[in-house]
């Protein structure tokens, strides 16, 4: 994804500066090469058969899955996290042209230099969680979420582009942690019987958090009269929010 995120703000930004309608017919044309390709490569059938101990397995009813302490938790950890993922992200070009006077060519290099720094954060975290902080995700989450709503505060009064897009660069980078965490917790404090349901909940928490986002932080730029300042403290709130509602996670006792 951190690739694909480097090619929409190169190739993907070119297109819409000649003509904004081929920016759109990449996008039809990749999806359906997306599709072909996971229907002709991606397996339907499993490789291997459920052991008997996974299939005597109590079946857990879907209410049970939607009630459950961490799933709820998570759930709304996802949708503040892509809240401000997603609406950060919408409203960054239109900020850097109001605010630098620059073209859509020049931020959609400033984006790429951002997707390549989180492409290599992404691979980084990864490791990270499964060696350094094994165990220690709920401490990562709100240290990393807490430097991160700072950042967003003190985003908008950066009066150099440099400075505006380092910033961003590291928020990107210290972000990406909070969700890799998030994303994978489940696997290691849930049961098997549900991981699956509760991943889709959980996804669902955050698809709703980004639909929601943009939307919302449009409202709070127009509310202000055009002004981002507010827009950015609304998401710097929301950050903290992010890093304290894993507070109520219940990891499996050892």
């Known amino acids: 994804s951190g690739i694909g995120g480097i090619l929409a703000s190169t190739i993907g930004t070119n297109l819409i500066h000649i003509n904004w309608r081929y920016g759109y017919i990449a996008l039809g044309c990749l999806f359906t090469l997306a599709c072909m390709l996971i229907a002709l490569f991606v397996p339907n059938q499993m490789l291997e058969k459920p052991g008997i101990g996974e299939m005597n397995q109590p079946k857990i009813k879907f209410k049970e899955v939607i009630t459950d302490r961490n799933v709820i938790v998570l759930s709304l950890?996802?949708?503040?996290?892509?809240?401000?993922g997603h609406g950060s992200m919408s409203w960054l070009p239109t900020y850097l042209s109001g605010k630098f006077d620059i073209s859509l060519t020049t931020i959609g290099k400033v984006m790429a230099i951002n997707s390549i720094f989180t492409t290599i954060a992404t691979m980084l975290a990864g490791?990270?969680?499964?060696?350094?902080?094994?165990?220690?995700?709920?401490?990562?989450?709100i240290v990393s979420s807490?430097?991160?709503?700072?950042l967003?505060?003190?985003?908008?009064?950066?009066?150099?582009?440099?400075?505006?897009?380092?910033?961003?660069?590291?928020?990107?980078?210290?972000?990406?942690?909070?969700?890799?965490?998030?994303f994978t917790w489940?696997?290691?404090?849930?049961?098997?019987?549900?991981?699956?349901?509760?991943?889709?909940?959980?996804?669902?928490?955050?698809m709703i958090g980004g639909f929601l986002g943009p939307m919302i932080l449009g409202r709070?730029?127009?509310a202000n009269d055009g002004s981002f300042f507010p827009m950015y403290a609304v998401i710097s709130v929301v950050t903290i929010l992010c890093g304290l509602s894993v507070l109520g996670v219940k990891e499996k006792k050892n």
């Open 220 to 222: 709070v730029v127009d």
């Open 152 to 182: 967003y505060f003190i985003f908008p009064m950066m009066d150099s582009l440099v400075g505006a897009a380092l910033i961003n660069v590291i928020m990107s980078v210290l972000f990406i942690g909070p969700f890799i965490a998030i």
């Open 186 to 206: 489940p696997h290691k404090i849930m049961d098997t019987s549900i991981i699956g349901t509760a991943i889709g909940i959980i996804n669902t928490g955050g």
């Open 77 to 84: 950890s996802m949708m503040l996290l892509n809240f401000i």
């Open 127 to 141: 490791v990270l969680l499964s060696k350094l902080f094994l165990g220690k995700e709920r401490g990562f989450i």
């Open 146 to 150: 807490m430097i991160v709503a700072v």
